[in-house]
């Protein structure tokens, strides 16, 4: 899991074995930050996706200012694979508890399970899962709850949504000064 910006992006072969026609898309990255993964890579240069979407293969924009959320598999030769099943989002379009969390919360969450609910009835069956309804109630995956809560383990080792305080209002006024 890192904040990068694309560098730049070349096609190149998936493997070396020159039977093998697939071809991946290298994307060169400035690794600004680093959530998770420390213990198997200390700094990534570069990111691999296929080349094709319909092999799951993700478009980034290269050579400008915006900055992604990336997150992906390490493979065994210390390559980084990023698809469309990772969750890859422009930093300017998470939200203020999303970046927040990255730091620290989310990692409070690590020993939870989050069961996505589809359709009603659904309920946890064990107390270290938190319910995830965005789908139900909003029909999409990255609705309010995945932005705005953390599903973090308790002292007693229960598991629920946590939601850290609400950035203020831009329009707010404490009515209680004269």
């Avoid at 203020?96 to 009603?120: A, D, P």
């Avoid at 999409?140 to 709850?145: F, P």
Wanted: proline share 6%; hydrophobic share 30%; glycine share 6%.
């Amino acid at each position: 899991v890192i904040r990068a910006k694309i560098s730049s992006e070349k096609v190149v072969p998936a493997s070396d074995d020159p039977l093998d026609t697939h071809k991946m898309i290298r994307y060169e990255i400035k690794q600004i930050k680093m959530f998770k993964g420390f213990e198997k890579v200390k700094d990534v240069q570069y990111v691999y996706t296929p080349f094709d979407s319909s092999l799951c293969g993700v478009k980034l924009e290269a050579n400008n200012k915006k900055q992604y959320l990336l997150t992906g598999q390490i493979l065994s030769d210390g390559k980084v694979l990023i698809h469309l099943c990772n969750y890859i989002e422009p930093w300017d379009d998470l939200s203020l508890s999303q970046k927040k969390s990255l730091n620290q919360r989310y990692q409070m969450g690590c020993g939870c399970k989050i069961t996505t609910c589809y359709m009603v009835p659904c309920s946890i069956t064990t107390p270290n899962e938190c319910l995830w309804t965005d789908w139900l109630i909003e029909r999409k995956l990255y609705g309010h709850q995945a932005k705005h809560y953390a599903c973090i383990k308790r002292s007693d080792g229960t598991c629920s949504w946590y939601r850290g305080g609400p950035p203020p209002e831009k329009e707010f006024i404490d009515i209680s000064e004269p």
